[in-house]
């Protein structure tokens, strides 16, 4: 199973982005998946998740600019980033829980991460 990440780049303040995710190879389903992202210096942080069930969770400096979806034929997660801001500067990673077999337990994958710069 992979995880490709893709839709970084640079935007100034006020812009937007869409990043993508696919995941390929042996997925049988995913049950979460989600954003995190890290910046220089600074720890790993959940920016978005979204349930099977399209039960969202944002973190609070991202709420009403961010919106996470997913296409589950396509076994596909989406980051809309909206009014973005310097601070959201950061490499971008996706995440999620994939069950590969019929039976058996789901698993944690990650991307490779994607980069958003945001210049003021």
């Known amino acids: 199973v992979q995880l490709q990440a893709s839709g970084g780049g640079l935007v100034q303040a006020g812009g937007s982005l869409r990043l993508s995710c696919v995941a390929s190879?042996?997925?049988?389903?995913?049950?979460?998946m989600a954003w995190y992202r890290q910046a220089p210096g600074k720890q790993r942080e959940l920016v978005a998740e979204i349930t099977s069930r399209d039960t969202t969770n944002y973190e609070d400096s991202v709420k009403g600019r961010f919106t996470v979806s997913r296409d589950n034929a396509k076994n596909t997660v989406y980051l809309q980033m909206n009014s973005l801001k310097p601070e959201d500067t950061a490499v971008y990673l996706c995440?999620?829980?994939?069950?590969?077999?019929?039976?058996?337990?789901?698993?944690?994958?990650w991307g490779q991460g994607t980069l958003v710069t945001v210049s003021s």
């Open positions: 190879g042996r997925v049988f389903s995913i049950t979460d």
């Open positions: 995440n999620a829980e994939i069950r590969m077999f019929v039976i058996g337990r789901s698993y944690d994958f």
